[in-house]
């Protein structure tokens, strides 16, 4: 083969050094230790210990407390000698910085030196903000955005630690159990911010099938779906890193093989545990920010329409595959690994790999019985103006693979509606 013309070193610089090859720099970090098994409720206060909690701050919602599971956690925590300082039961389904405050407000009151997450997203990553309002004060929105949490030698060296927060996930999504990020609704703005940073990882995270025996199926599935779409747009992502490939694939084979029947087939432990397993690994590429525009389009629906994000990206999710992969080749060979894994056609050009993955993810939305337009969930035609300038002000746009502009994300709006 002859020398590369200046047009190809261009497109290899763009994509073939993005999505293959060495890369000139990523960080990794999973510092979070995870205990997974059968009867783990019951130690959690043992293991709890091992990481410095005395009095703990348990943080959950109404509808997990009334299941039972709080009573328990309490049992467990009490059990390995330590004390429950109080339960803060106020998380909504979409929290926001007013729940923030008040979770941190009650720990403080309470006088805990440890917070313990109980619940799907939402309640872990108000737990996570929470305790950075609880060790360094403020509102929460001062913190908004990346690695920006108080640092030793004039902000240049260590972060400052935070207490010790342990989560017990109830979901089989968002992973944030083993994530250094917080999303949080900022209702006045109607926007989702994120707060991120090294100390927010838990220290602890107890994956238990008997924490998500009570999930009912369209959650289960719309939580499963949210893992789904992290491994996927985590492998395509300009900053995917060979760390994460290893994590988002083996994700994807416990997705393909545990999702439907953890959803049709409750009483599976087996399958509801290997869901926990695989929405923990799936979350761990966009540890270093790979992640991509299924979630920028479904940040702004929630935001704006409380449209639960675990939907919203199984109805985003079909659409950009389509569109990222019809974005070069080099692209569309990372859906191609995707493809091979789930057993599908690999061959074709770009936007034929693109759509037979898209359709085999239609199928899967289609059988969970989840919607598949954004009009059934109460998004109008008439917020797509408001939801595209959003999605271009959102952080995952900045690492998808292709790069978007206004009109086509109106366009993937349109498509989903």
């Not at 191609?336 to 056609?345: A, K, M, Q, S, T």
Request: proline share 6%; hydrophobic share 40%.
């Amino acid at each position: 083969m002859g020398a590369p013309t200046d047009e190809e070193d261009a497109i290899g610089d763009l994509h073939g050094r993005q999505m293959s090859g060495f890369k000139d720099f990523y960080q990794f970090l999973a510092p979070t230790r995870v205990v997974a098994g059968r009867g783990l409720i019951e130690g959690v206060g043992f293991e709890f210990a091992k990481e410095g909690a005395k009095r703990v701050a348990i943080v959950t919602d109404e509808v997990i407390r009334g299941t039972g599971l709080i009573d328990a956690v309490v049992a467990g925590v009490e059990d390995g000698g330590l004390e429950v300082a109080t339960i803060f039961d106020g998380v909504p389904p979409d929290s926001d910085s007013a729940v923030v405050v008040n979770a941190a407000g009650q720990a403080q009151a309470a006088e805990a030196d440890a917070f313990l997450a109980v619940g799907g997203g939402s309640v872990m990553d108000t737990a996570k903000l929470a305790n950075v309002i609880f060790t360094h004060g403020g509102e929460p929105r001062e913190w908004e955005g990346y690695y920006g949490l108080p640092r030793a030698d004039d902000g240049l060296g260590r972060p400052f630690g935070l207490a010790p927060l342990a989560c017990v996930p109830t979901t089989a999504g968002t992973g944030s159990e083993v994530s250094f990020a917080a999303v949080i609704k900022d209702r006045e703005e109607h926007i989702k911010f994120q707060v991120a940073d090294f100390p927010m990882y838990p220290r602890l995270a107890i994956l238990d099938p008997e924490s998500t025996r009570t999930l009912p199926p369209h959650i289960a599935a719309a939580t499963g779906m949210d893992a789904m779409t992290h491994a996927i747009e985590g492998y395509v992502s300009r900053e995917w890193t060979a760390h994460g490939d290893a994590y988002a694939l083996q994700a994807l084979r416990l997705i393909r093989d545990n999702l439907e029947r953890a959803v049709q087939t409750p009483e599976d432990d087996d399958a509801r545990g290997n869901m926990l397993i695989a929405a923990n690994l799936a979350i761990m590429p966009t540890s270093s920010g790979a992640i991509g525009i299924a979630h920028s389009l479904s940040h702004p629906a929630g935001a704006h329409f409380d449209v639960p994000h675990g939907v919203a990206n199984a109805i985003n999710l079909p659409w950009v595959i389509e569109f990222n992969s019809a974005g070069g080749e080099d692209i569309a060979d990372r859906y191609r690994d995707i493809n091979d894994l789930l057993g599908l056609e690999v061959g074709g050009d770009g936007p034929a790999v693109g759509h037979e993955l898209a359709e085999c993810v239609r199928g899967v939305v289609s059988r969970l019985g989840l919607p598949t337009r954004l009009s059934e969930v109460g998004v109008p035609e008439s917020a797509i103006p408001v939801l595209v300038d959003g999605a271009m002000g959102d952080g995952c746009t900045l690492v998808n693979p292709r790069e978007p502009t206004e009109d086509e994300f109106a366009a993937l709006y349109a498509k989903a509606l």
